[in-house]
Nanobody, 124 residues
Framework: EVQLVESGGALVQAGGSLRLSCAAS????????IGWFRQAPGKEREGVSC????????HYVDSVKGRFTISSDNAKNTVYLQMNSLKPEDTAVYYC?????????????????WGHGTQVTVSS
């Protein structure tokens, strides 16, 4: 059974940093790409960043480029999202998700396995 468990969400002041973790189990880790998504109140869920765990190829949406960094530790079956220079508009529930793929990860509409999310709140 595919399981994804997010952690690391918190309340932080604008300009601060957080590192989110996504611990995966139940599947061969490097057969899948992992994506981070977020959903703010009253808004649709959006893809933020993703990584091919086999080859390390990454993708970021424009709103987080230069501030967020995605990485994976394949020995721990865990993907991280380092978030720096946080802004109030980054406030959302952050989810990780998995898609069976070994290369491209930025087809954000194709992710089929989801975690339960972790809350990130950035105060101004």
């Amino acid at each position: 059974e595919v399981q994804l468990v997010e952690s690391g969400g918190a309340l932080v002041q604008a300009g601060g940093s957080l590192r989110l973790s996504c611990a995966a189990s139940g599947f061969t880790f490097d057969d899948y790409v992992i994506g981070w998504f977020r959903q703010a109140p009253g808004k649709e869920r959006e893809g933020v960043s993703c990584i091919s765990t086999r080859i390390g190829l990454t993708h970021y949406v424009d709103s987080v480029k230069g501030r967020f960094t995605i990485s994976s530790d394949n020995a721990k079956n865990t993907v991280y999202l380092q978030m720096n220079s946080l802004k109030p508009e980054d406030t959302a529930v952050y989810y990780c998700a998995a898609q069976r793929s070994t290369f491209y990860c930025s087809n954000y509409g194709a992710y089929g396995y989801w975690g339960h999310g972790t809350q990130v709140t950035v105060s101004s």
